[in-house]
């Protein structure tokens, strides 16, 4: 981990807990998460070009698509069950969590965790292709009485997120690819910004409900690890057999969710828990940054993260 990853997770605690703390101020920036979700996608977007996906998606097809299968549907199953046996308030906000698609900073993270970028640049990009599909599919299939929402505007809500920055970004390679390079240059202060203002406004307007029922903010952590863990460990198991950069590509592909998705989705249809949840979810997420990170420094396993 270098310098510029502790200071990105400096901000992201740090701006979550002064939304809490500042709640009037925070509740005024909720209605724009949506937008500042999709400039950070945007900057995100901007260092993929069309013929990496395309090169990546032809080294590996069938792992990608076994990998796909058990982003999008397996485990969104397995992690909505085993909630609604032992808790049931957050079987929703688990299932819109761990349904959603791979984080599109995921390749990063595995560069740092010296794993198989390729795997997942296509599971972030292919996966938030799919997503305003599968997501409101597998709701409406498991839980459809709990969820007093409209399913296709929850498809638009995430076709809209995911689509308008991918195009954007993609046109604006094709259009002007100078202007892109500079904006690049520029992209890790600028997230920096966009990051903190997301988790600023996350919880400010939940920060009445979060003072009356305390102990879902204890769930929502334990909650969150829990079901982190259970993404890496399957990710794990599945390329248990290969070496280091599948296997930690494998698990960083799961565990790696697009979470600030979901911030915003939560607050577009009203869910508090699942806002939560989704916000103390950038815990985990970033610890398992670390914990393969210095996993990776001790593996004597060949390291293959060169782009296919």
Not at 144 to 150: N, R
Not at 156 to 178: D, K, Q, W
């Amino acid at each position: 981990m270098g310098s510029k990853d502790y200071i990105l997770i400096i901000v992201l605690y740090g701006s979550l807990l002064s939304g809490v703390f500042f709640p009037h101020i925070s509740e005024k920036i909720s209605p724009y998460i949506k937008y500042l979700m999709m400039s950070m996608l945007f900057l995100s977007f901007i260092k993929i070009s069309p013929k990496d996906v395309g090169n990546a998606m032809l080294s590996n097809r069938t792992g990608l698509i076994l990998g796909l299968v058990l982003r999008l549907f397996i485990t969104p199953c397995i992690a909505y069950y085993v909630t609604l046996m032992i808790y049931p308030p957050l079987s929703l906000p688990i299932l819109l969590l761990a349904g959603v698609s791979t984080g599109v900073s995921s390749p990063f993270f595995t560069s740092l965790c010296k794993g198989n970028i390729s795997y997942c640049l296509v599971m972030a990009i292919i996966s938030s292709l799919i997503v305003p599909v599968s997501l409101p599919f597998i709701v409406n299939l498991l839980a459809q009485s709990t969820l007093d929402y409209d399913l296709l505007a929850m498809a638009i809500f995430l076709t809209m997120i995911i689509f308008v920055p991918l195009v954007a970004a993609f046109g604006f390679r094709a259009i002007s690819p100078h202007l892109l390079d500079r904006v690049n240059r520029m992209g890790y202060p600028l997230s920096l910004v966009v990051i903190a203002a997301i988790n600023f406004g996350a919880l400010g307007r939940y920060v009445p409900y979060l003072k009356a029922n305390p102990e879902q903010i204890l769930y929502c952590a334990i909650f969150s690890i829990g079901l982190a863990v259970l993404l890496a460990g399957i990710g794990w198991l599945f390329e248990r057999k290969k070496h280091w950069p599948d296997k930690m590509a494998s698990s960083g592909s799961q565990v790696w969710l697009n979470n600030v998705v979901i911030i915003a989705l939560a607050i577009q249809i009203d869910q508090p828990l699942a806002a939560t949840l989704s916000a103390f979810y950038f815990i985990p997420l970033y610890g398992f940054v670390i914990f393969y990170s210095v996993l990776s420094k001790r593996s004597t396993l060949p390291i293959l993260t060169q782009m296919a």
